[in-house]
């Protein structure tokens, strides 16, 4: 936010790099050119004010011309920007946040920092900054950690990153915080339009692709991870994002949530696998080609379309194309009126099943969506979804108020309690809140009262039982139940692959998350999660490749993930764990690895200092991982201690005991057999 000319490596001038906005109050100048020189050293360039002379015309013009043409926005928050309720850096915080409603969602531009202990839930800060992944950097000491992921992010401008990585609700993932989904700026409630259209597109699309299924088999999906082509169904579509044609270019949201809507319906069509939705809209504003596209999704067709809006009127254009030879099946153009969009809906539907009826569809009904009569409960409800999809704490927070609101409305709306279940018990786990997480089951049993039919209900309380109860029977039941409503979805066969791997049904596990990756190719989580599945059955070749994509495909891939050490140590490529090792930005991941490594090279008494200084600065955080490094190190007696510590402080983590590789050297032992018994998990 200059308003003179800066030093020579900031200065204001034209730049073939892009620039980093750093906005701030006056009283942290300091951290804010510590995180400037350090930005600089790496030949980034950097707009701030060092010369508070703000304020003016020619002072508000420039600001606003910085802010608008800025790669990378990075707002410095703390006690001194809490206590300050009015000044310019507040300007230029909101004419940030209104540049985010003009971006699409995948669209890195929000960067936040906290320079000391202030809680992002407890901010004086836009929404938009709340939802953005915050680093935390005291007294505004940047982490070397910290200046490459902006060179990386500046790489990436004009380009949006890849699919998240972060766990879809896995509180097991080891030396990963727990994340959650997601905020869509644009609250206006045009979404609810995202149902105008759905029951008719699902129908003709349904009636060209619903044929036999040829099954892919083996490693099929794994193949698709190493350049190789597996067997493409012709009963396969992906559903890319609708681009927003109006005038304005406002309505991104809107024809995200079209595409997600029509995505979603098409799923639950018999016989026809649906791409997911973290793969189809990973290539949402790059220049691939169709059958590119298709070759990478694995899918015989392609569904694209356009939504323009002009004040009442909506018209969306949507066409079929086979993959092959991109042939156009199918387009058509609707023109609609936006109000009464539910009955619409169901006009539309209507009116296409009764001129396909008997040629296309055995049952001769619509496939219609559970959903709400009232409109407002709907826009809660794709706000509720669109914040979940974040990964932050404050955008669990916010989930849960829109789907609260969302049932509020309408008391009988079964998906929102679904959602609401989990964002719920998210909440409730931040606060250390027991009852809360109660409630989340009574939820979670509403959804399903309320909503036999629909997937997501069960699914929620699979999870739930899973994790929180240790409800083994029931949990199954559940999972069994999710899967069989929607076969196709990539989170519930992911989720049901880690029940099946924590009851040492290893080979269904690893056959359950195959079918994920075919769901949910680009999904980095889901090759992450095959990968622990192969380490675990010493098949590290596959490991290697399923570890790679996931990387490849993890826009927030960071060097604390352990998986890639253990697999070199099982695989006896030490030197490369220790590179690992010491390459790491994370001093408890680098302690944690050099505890295994030197270990396993025989170096004792360097493995026990690691390990001792593990155990004593992070052991209270995560005690599952102190014991993992004894057990692998043949500390047996420590190694029952400290899963014990973790039993009692209900790590959910604990239940990878079961099949986790570093505990291979004390399964032998009778207490391992006890321990599973506390579990629930004896045979």
Avoid at 237 to 257: N, T, W
Avoid at 643 to 665: G, I, M, R, S
Wanted: glycine share 6%; proline share 5%.
């Amino acid at each position: 936010m200059p308003t003179e000319p800066a030093p020579e490596g900031s200065t204001g001038g034209q730049s073939a790099r892009p620039a980093v906005f750093l906005s701030y109050a006056s009283e942290d100048a300091a951290a804010a050119e510590r995180i400037s020189a350090a930005l600089q050293s790496a030949g980034v360039e950097v707009w701030f004010d060092r010369g508070e002379l703000r304020g003016g015309d020619a002072w508000d013009h420039t600001i606003r011309k910085e802010i608008r043409d800025c790669a990378l926005f990075i707002p410095l928050v703390s006690a001194n920007s809490q206590a300050r309720t009015e000044g310019y850096f507040r300007l230029e915080w909101r004419l940030a946040d209104q540049r985010t409603h003009l971006m699409g969602r995948n669209r890195a531009f929000l960067l936040p920092v906290c320079i000391d202990d202030t809680r992002d839930a407890d901010a004086d800060v836009p929404d938009s900054f709340l939802t953005a992944q915050w680093t935390r950097l005291p007294q505004g000491a940047a982490t070397p950690a910290f200046v490459q992921r902006v060179v990386n992010l500046l790489a990436r401008v004009g380009t949006p990153p890849p699919a998240s990585a972060t766990e879809s609700r896995n509180p097991a993932a080891p030396h990963a915080p727990r994340l959650s989904p997601a905020v869509s700026a644009g609250r206006n409630r045009a979404r609810v339009v995202a149902g105008v259209v759905v029951g008719l597109l699902a129908v003709l699309i349904a009636g060209y692709l619903v044929r036999e299924r040829t099954r892919t088999t083996g490693d099929g999906a794994l193949a698709g991870a190493t350049g190789a082509t597996s067997t493409v169904e012709g009963a396969s579509i992906a559903v890319l994002p609708f681009a927003d044609m109006s005038e304005r270019k406002d309505q991104e949201y809107f024809s995200d949530g079209l595409a997600e809507e029509l995505l979603d319906q098409l799923a639950k069509t018999p016989g026809l696998r649906v791409t997911a939705r973290t793969s189809s809209f990973a290539f949402k504003g790059k220049s691939e080609d169709v059958p590119t596209i298709a070759r990478q999704l694995n899918v015989a067709n392609i569904l694209e379309g356009s939504v323009r809006k002009a004040g009442a009127r909506l018209r969306v254009t949507t066409q079929l194309i086979r993959a092959s030879d991109g042939t156009q099946l199918w387009s058509e153009t609707y023109d609609r009126e936006m109000k009464d969009v539910f009955a619409v809906q169901d006009e539309i539907a209507d009116a296409v099943v009764t001129a396909l009826k008997g040629r296309l569809l055995a049952t001769g009904k619509a496939l219609m969506h559970t959903r709400t009569a009232n409109p407002d409960a709907y826009i809660e409800y794709l706000l509720g979804r669109s914040y979940y999809r974040q990964a932050s704490e404050a955008s669990d927070r916010l989930a849960v108020k829109a789907f609260r609101r969302a049932v509020a409305l309408d008391p009988d709306y079964g998906p929102a309690y679904a959602s609401l279940a989990l964002a719920a018990f998210y909440t409730a786990y931040y606060d250390a809140d027991s009852k809360g997480e109660e409630q989340a089951f009574a939820l979670a049993d509403k959804a399903i009262e309320l909503a036999p039919e629909f997937a997501d209900g069960y699914g929620s309380r699979a999870y739930l039982r899973f994790w929180f109860r240790l409800d083994w029977d029931g949990a199954r039941t559940d999972f069994e139940k999710a899967v069989s409503l929607s076969p196709n979805d990539g989170d519930h066969l992911r989720r049901y692959s880690q029940y099946l791997a924590t009851r040492g049904r290893m080979t269904d596990a690893i056959a359950y998350v195959r079918r994920a990756t075919e769901a949910d190719p680009m999904s980095a989580l889901t090759w992450n999660r095959l990968s622990r599945y192969l380490l675990a059955t010493r098949q590290y070749g596959q490991a290697r490749t399923a570890l790679a994509r996931a990387r490849a495909l993890m826009a927030t891939w960071t060097d604390e993930r352990d998986e890639p050490t253990v697999l070199e140590v099982l695989d006896g490529h030490l030197d490369a764990a220790r590179a690992l090792a010491e390459a790491s930005a994370f001093p408890e991941s680098r302690l944690w690895r050099l505890a295994i490594i030197e270990h396993t090279a025989g170096h004792e008494a360097a493995s026990r200092a690691a390990r001792d200084e593990f155990e004593r600065k992070y052991g209270g955080a995560q005690p599952f991982d102190v014991a993992r490094i004894h057990a692998w190190c043949g500390d047996v007696e420590a190694t029952f201690t400290w899963l014990e510590t973790a039993l009692k402080a209900h790590a959910e983590d604990v239940v990878e005991v079961t099949y986790d590789p570093l505990f291979a050297p004390v399964r032998a032992d009778p207490r391992y057999r006890a321990f599973l018994r506390k579990l629930g998990l004896s045979d």
